[in-house]
C-alpha cells in the first residue's frame, strides 16, 4: 500500500467489531472517496447479513496520538 493511500476500517455498530478493512487513494476528490465508502458498506453489509444501518466506516490514522 501507498503511504499516500488513506485507509478504511468498517465497523459493525452493534458490536463494535471491525469488520473488513479497505484503502483508497487519495487522489480523489471527498466526493468520489465517500461514493466508494457507500458501495463498499453496501457490500459489507450483505456479505455479513446485517442491517446497512448497521455498518459505519472509520479512516484509520496511521499516525495518531496514543492517549
Do not use: C
Request: net charge negative; aromatic share 12%.
Amino acid at each position: 500500500m501507498k503511504p499516500a493511500d488513506k485507509h478504511y476500517k468498517f465497523i459493525n455498530s452493534k458490536t463494535g467489531y471491525a469488520i473488513y478493512y479497505h484503502s483508497i487513494s487519495s487522489n480523489l476528490d471527498a466526493e468520489e472517496i465517500k461514493n466508494q465508502l457507500q458501495e463498499i458498506k453496501a457490500r459489507v453489509a450483505i456479505q455479513n447479513g446485517i442491517y446497512l444501518e448497521t455498518v459505519y466506516w472509520e479512516e484509520i490514522k496511521e499516525n495518531a496520538e496514543l492517549q
